[in-house]
T-cell receptor, first 117, second 115 residues
Framework: DAGVIQSPRHEVTEMGQEVTLRCKPISGHNSLFWYRQTMMRGLELLIYFNNNVPIDDSGMPEDRFSAKMPNASFSTLKIQPSEPRDSAVYFC???????????????FGDGTRLSIL | AQSVTQPDIHITVSEGASLELRCNYS??????LFWYVQSPGQGLQLLLK??????LVQGIKGFEAEFKRSQSSFNLRKPSVHWSDAAEYFCAVGASRAAGNKLTFGGGTRVLVKP
């Protein structure tokens, strides 16, 4: 089975440029999560979607960050304009339907390593 | 709000020795608990999970974890470590569906394996 697919795996760009990270969740999963991982702050949840609808974006650092999920098989995380402090590894995760117990695990992609110069 | 503490930032263990990684959580209701492993350059892979029932849960790669409600702990163990177990390990607690189903991760424990 294909897991969560993220692209690109690595991105290096100059500050001020727009950055778009992409994620394809596992087929049939109805929840999607975007995380950021840094040495200083560890793993932080940025935003998550249920059935393509953003549920909680309280972790999005500022207005320069935006996320969309136009359909069940694709999501983007955009940073515009980018800044050096945005350098991090960004992970996408997806999860199947929670059912009555609400206990399905999240499955992670391999991440996008973003470097803003 | 839920929280997770992994007291050990780094652990070094000899190959073949046993390993125990500590995890303490704070959550007001019955927690959903997870252990993930992250190898360099990779995403997080689920090792095991606990929701209810038997407090000793078995996972992949020979790992197990024990839920102790009285101690608010969910420690991960492996009887005999292999060099390939060198990685970073994350404990996470999940909120109920009513609370948004979010995962809160601990800071991670990096495991180094000596030959």
């Amino acid at each position: 089975d294909a897991g969560v697919i993220q692209s690109p795996r690595h991105e290096v760009t100059e500050m001020g440029q727009e950055v778009t990270l992409r994620c394809k969740p596992i087929s049939g999963h109805n929840s999607l999560f975007w995380y950021r991982q840094t040495m200083m702050r560890g793993l932080e949840l940025l935003i998550y979607f249920n059935n393509n609808v953003p549920i909680d974006d309280s972790g999005m650092p500022e207005d320069r960050f935006s996320a969309k999920m136009p359909n069940a098989s694709f999501s983007t995380l955009k940073i515009q304009p980018s800044e050096p402090r945005d350098s991090a590894v960004y992970f996408c995760a997806s999860r199947g339907s929670q059912g009555a117990l609400g206990n399905q695990p999240q499955h992670f992609g391999d991440g996008t390593r973003l470097s803003i110069l | 709000a839920q929280s997770v503490t992994q007291p050990d930032i780094h652990i070094t263990v000899s190959e073949g020795a046993s390993l125990e990684l500590r995890c303490n959580y704070s959550y007001g209701a019955t927690p959903y608990l997870f252990w993930y492993v992250q190898s360099p350059g990779q995403g997080l892979q689920l090792l095991l999970k606990y929701f209810s029932g038997d407090t000793l849960v078995q996972g992949i790669k020979g790992f197990e974890a024990e839920f102790k409600r009285s101690q608010s702990s969910f420690n991960l163990r492996k009887p005999s470590v292999h060099w390939s177990d060198a990685a970073e390990y994350f404990c996470a607690v999940g909120a109920s569906r009513a609370a948004g189903n979010k995962l809160t991760f601990g800071g991670g424990t990096r495991v180094l394996v000596k030959p």
